[in-house]
T-cell receptor, first 120, second 111 residues
Framework: DAGVIQSPRHEVTEMGQEVTLRCKPISGHNSLFWYRQTMMRGLELLIYFNNNVPIDDSGMPEDRFSAKMPNASFSTLKIQPSEPRDSAVYFC??????????????????FGPGTRLTVL | DQQVKQNSPSLSVQEGRISILNCDYTNSMFDYFLWYKKYPAEGPTFLISISSIKDKNEDGRFTVFLNKSAKHLSLHIVPSQPGDSAVYFCAASGGAQKLVFGQGTRLTINP
């Protein structure tokens, strides 16, 4: 059974260019999360979706960042224009649907391998 | 505003000894806590969790302790093995599906 799939695994781009990161969640999972990992701040939640609807985007740094989930099997995170300070590893994670009490049993999230972004 | 803090960026432990990783949180609304383990070039993977109604949860060599009054949790690994060398992230949830992660602690197990 395939896990969370992310592409590309590595991206090197120049400042000012548009960057699009892609994610395919685990089939049947209803929640999808985008994280950014940096040395200083660890893993930061950028945005998450439930049933393809954005629920919380308070972690999105600024208007240069946008995320979409057009269907249950695909999501994108776009940075336009990119800046050197956006260099980080970006993770996508998915989680099973909320339980009867409004939350899953363990809140376990399954992470993809990440995209390492370098903006020169 | 870091709601979940792991104050030790790194920890080195001898093989066979106990590894203790610490995590502090500030938000009293957090009611579920998790530890994730991350190897290089891979995504984090779930390790163990604990609900706020408990103060201890054990799974094989891994035990998580929760001290709600101190807003502190710790992960104990005993005995430590070379394969435990990884970055460990503490995470907390206050409901819904949102997790707040700490900065991570790099654990190195020396032979």
């Amino acid at each position: 059974d395939a896990g969370v799939i992310q592409s590309p695994r590595h991206e090197v781009t120049e400042m000012g260019q548009e960057v699009t990161l892609r994610c395919k969640p685990i089939s049947g999972h209803n929640s999808l999360f985008w994280y950014r990992q940096t040395m200083m701040r660890g893993l930061e939640l950028l945005i998450y979706f439930n049933n393809n609807v954005p629920i919380d985007d308070s972690g999105m740094p600024e208007d240069r960042f946008s995320a979409k989930m057009p269907n249950a099997s695909f999501s994108t995170l776009k940075i336009q224009p990119s800046e050197p300070r956006d260099s980080a590893v970006y993770f996508c994670a998915s989680s099973p649907s909320l339980g009867l009490a409004g939350r899953s049993s363990y809140n376990e999230q399954f992470f993809g391998p990440g995209t390492r972004l370098t903006v020169l | 505003d870091q709601q979940v803090k792991q104050n030790s960026p790194s920890l080195s432990v001898q093989e066979g000894r106990i590894s203790i990783l610490n995590c502090d949180y500030t938000n009293s609304m957090f009611d579920y806590f998790l530890w994730y383990k991350k190897y290089p070039a891979e995504g984090p993977t779930f390790l163990i969790s604990i609900s706020s109604i408990k103060d201890k949860n054990e799974d094989g060599r891994f035990t998580v302790f929760l001290n709600k009054s101190a807003k502190h949790l710790s992960l104990h690994i005993v005995p430590s093995q070379p394969g435990d060398s990884a970055v460990y992230f503490c995470a907390a949830s206050g409901g819904a599906q949102k997790l707040v992660f700490g900065q991570g602690t790099r654990l190195t197990i020396n032979p």
